[in-house]
């Protein structure tokens, strides 16, 4: 087993983790947590930059996340699918790291990689837990999986106050000048939606996202699973 995480999130891509919830990443690395991103391919498919690239801009946003690792499983960009090998590798990954937490991606999304990866996690860390599973590794019980919003948000369960750290979480977005500036790194440019303002529509999202608790920005998770709590409210003493 590798150094153990307090939080590992997977995501199909570099910058799919920082979109959706790099201010909460911040906060908790902050709070003196251990947190890893697992990207599941290099986005080799990816209409601008290229994945040597992507590779610099993913080590440079780990550096200001403050992250203890960052992994890629190198599973083809736009081929992710449940299959055994895909689930293994991921499985594999858990049992590494041993994270009391997992996030993935929402399980509804533009993109079809976000909804492969989210269906991928879910199931790897069901089959971590399991003894009989790939039986030279032992089992590994994720406390809890949440699920974080990329392009598409859905209902969020559970949001996170960042105001704190959204300059931070822009920042980390900005490492990737591939993917959202229309500056040529290497050739051309091609226009796609993340060079037409997307920095700008994640701050939008964080802004409205927290709007409903009067936070000036928050970042929202799903989960699929009750969350526990042992009170509603205190008794008093």
Request: hydrophobic share 40%; charged share 25%; proline share 5%.
């Amino acid at each position: 087993m590798s150094e153990r995480l307090d939080i590992l999130i997977f995501g199909a891509h570099a910058d799919d983790a920082e979109i959706g919830m790099g201010g909460t990443i911040i906060k908790h690395v902050q709070a003196g947590l251990k947190v890893g991103i697992c990207d599941l391919t290099y986005a080799e498919m990816s209409s601008n930059g290229t994945v040597e690239r992507r590779k610099q801009e993913a080590a440079a946003a780990a550096g200001v996340l403050g992250l203890s690792m960052r992994s890629s499983l190198g599973l083809p960009d736009r081929g992710l699918f449940i299959t055994p090998e895909h689930v293994e590798a991921i499985t594999a990954e858990i049992r590494r790291h041993a994270p009391r937490v997992v996030f993935a991606p929402y399980w509804e999304d533009r993109h079809p990689d976000h909804v492969a990866c989210s269906r991928l996690v879910e199931e790897a860390v069901f089959n971590a837990k399991l003894r009989r599973y790939m039986p030279d590794e032992p089992p590994v019980q994720v406390e809890q999986l949440y699920f974080y919003f990329i392009n598409d948000m859905g209902r969020a369960d559970l949001m996170v106050d960042i105001t704190a750290q959204q300059e931070m979480k822009e920042q980390a977005l900005l490492c990737y000048r591939s993917q959202f500036e229309m500056t040529p790194v290497e050739g051309e440019t091609v226009v796609t939606p993340l060079n037409q303002g997307y920095i700008e529509r994640v701050r939008s999202r964080d802004r409205l996202t927290g709007q409903r608790r009067l936070i000036p920005y928050a970042e929202g998770f799903a989960i699929k699973s009750p969350y526990v709590v042992d009170m509603f409210i205190s008794g008093s003493e």
